[in-house]
């Protein structure tokens, strides 16, 4: 990490607004872009026992953390206790723990109500901003497979998003704009990373993990389906809702065994666990790290269980469509709404 990029994150936030991240984009689309380009911290002190999100703070993104009191204003907090904070996720995924930890602990101890935001009316954003990577796996549920008619996977099936399609916990999918007609849903887990990860074994690869959050992997299929590549119908603006939170690994446990599920105008079409992944957390983390290098803040998409639009009988495929809600829950990670337009 270069010096200005180190120094643009831990910019105090003692006697004032927490600094600026990036530009806030329409409907939660994060467009939070660093000061300064170049190699990420390699290794450093993973937070732990934390729920992260961002949320709109005049034109920014600020650190939040879901508390058993309430979503704590991490700026507001460390104003209170004359203190120095994290600014975002990625900070803190970035940069570690850096008296987070302690901070939260004292705030719920000893602050007062206006350290806390109301979450019923305030705007998230994504819960990683600014991703180096967006790492997506296809085909990763045995169920999946077959009901689409492939062979399931000798190895994971890699591709990628952009971090334009990054959106939020009650964000909008602008399908209108996307130039197709065909639209699916695909509840995903999403692996955040908290180290560099190169070469890792299996065996120590979820060492590397900082936590996981609930996504979807939202599809144009008819996009999708142009060519052999995948990338056009997966890379729509706001084609990536994460969220509400980051939870921490520890709060998780073992990742390959959560519920998850979709519901499409409070309908339940996917209903699965994480149980019957083909390649489980620690099996991607260290299969992706024998390719490239994973750095902290990068994020995997798992890939999704059966029930996708795509895998009806054509007779019954009835595509999203502008006005639908759409709900992606996973277990211990929390709810992920967002609408159509």
Partial sequence: MTSNRRNFLKTSVVGGTAVAVGALAPEGVAQAKSAGKGARVGSPAMAKGLKLLNFRSGEQWVLGVKTERGILDVGRAARSFKTSAPVNSDDVIQNGDQ????????AVAKGG??????????????????????VCVGLNYARHARETNNPIPKLPILFNKFNSTL?????????????????????????????RANKVSEAEALSYVFGYATGNDFTARDLQS???QWMIGKNSDGFGPIG????????VGDANQLKIETLVNGEVRQSSNTSDMVFNCAQLVSYTSNIFTLEPGDIIFTGTPEGVISGYPKEKQVWLKPGDKLVTRIEKLGDLEFSLA
């Avoid at 009316?121 to 990577?133: A, L, R, S």
């Avoid at 509400?244 to 709060?251: E, G, K, Q, S």
């Fill in 99 to 106: 008296g987070l930890g302690a901070l939260v602990a004292r």
């Fill in 113 to 134: 109500k206006d350290l806390y935001v109301d979450e019923a009316k305030m705007e998230y954003g994504p819960c990683i901003t600014n991703p180096e990577k967006i």
């Fill in 167 to 195: 959106n939020s916990h009650r964000g909008v999918v602008r399908v209108s704009a996307a130039g197709a007609e065909k639209f699916d849903y695909e509840a995903e887990l999403v692996i955040v990373m908290g180290r």
């Fill in 226 to 228: 142009r060519s052999s």
């Fill in 244 to 251: 509400p939170y980051v939870v921490c690994a520890d709060l």
